[in-house]
Structures are given as structure tokens and as C-alpha cells.
């Protein structure tokens, strides 16, 4: 069975806005992502180009403008395979509490326990 590819939350964002309006330019997608997030338009572009590398969405070059479509349904893509959280997004303490107890466990309290410890009053 071939291994599905991972990708960031920010990542399955930007394979939203390609899913609806595919095939759609580099500006189309920054246009669409820039109404409703506040990432740097060359953020938006190292998205799509993480995506083209890991073969989720294809290009073409037409003229001077790369059009984009996906590789991938969505219904191919379950949530299962969308890796780590982006920094626009707070993390949940209890799921970085998870990634942490795999290199160190605290005195054999869960990390949680010991956040809610550490809280000023």
C-alpha cells in the first residue's frame, strides 16, 4: 500500500482553496488565502511549492503564470494524514504534552497535571 503524504494544517488550507476553484494561478490562491488569513504572500507560495514537492498538487506553466491542480481528492486525504498544527493556530497544551512525553517524563505526573500546577493564581 503506497504511504500517504503528510501535510500541516496551513498546507490543507491552501489544498481548500485549489479543490474548489482548480485549475487556479499562484495570485488566484494568494488572493483567495490573503482574505482570510494574515500570511505573507511568499508564506503562501513556499505552501504551494511544499505541496508541488510532495506530489499533492501538479503545475503548468502558462505564459508567465504556474497554474495549479490537485493530484489528490480530498476524499483521499482524511484529516488522519494533516500532520502538525501551524503557529497561527494555538496549540493545545495536552497535545504538546504528548509530543514531549516521548523524550521526558516529569517525575511521572502527566505534563498536564503539572501545566495546571505551574498557573498563577
Known sequence: MKKMPQITEA?????????HNYPISTNEITEQ????TNW??????????????????????QGRVFVYTPLLKKEDLSLIHISEPTRRTPISYAVFCLKKKKTKISNGRNCLYNKMRQRPQ
Open 33 to 36: 488565502l490573503l482574505q482570510t
Open 11 to 19: 498546507e490543507y488550507e491552501v489544498m481548500q482553496i485549489i479543490w
Open 40 to 61: 505573507n504572500p511568499r508564506t503562501i507560495q513556499t505552501l504551494i511549492k511544499r505541496l508541488a514537492t510532495k506530489n499533492i498538487i501538479t503545475y503548468e506553466k
